[in-house]
């Protein structure tokens, strides 16, 4: 985490680096789909799975990919 100006609005705030998070989830098919998103850790990019995909089941949770 970082403190930065925003050059248009001059307000200070708290950066946080965005990760990309992939994680396996089961369709309704019964069939597994590997999803990436992007999100700050892994509890919230589940949070956004959830939310995306309407609370599916994981076949394996969001982990950090390293580039």
Known sequence: MSKLVCR??????????TK?????I???SGS???ITVQ???PV???????MQYGNPKFFSNP???RR
């Open 8 to 17: 248009r609005t001059k307000k200070r705030g708290i950066v946080m680096a």
């Open 20 to 24: 990309l998070y992939k994680a396996k």
């Open 26 to 28: 089961v369709l309704k």
């Open 32 to 34: 597994i789909q590997e």
């Open 39 to 41: 999100a700050d850790d």
């Open 44 to 50: 919230k990019a589940k949070d956004l799975i959830n």
């Open 63 to 65: 982990q950090e990919v």
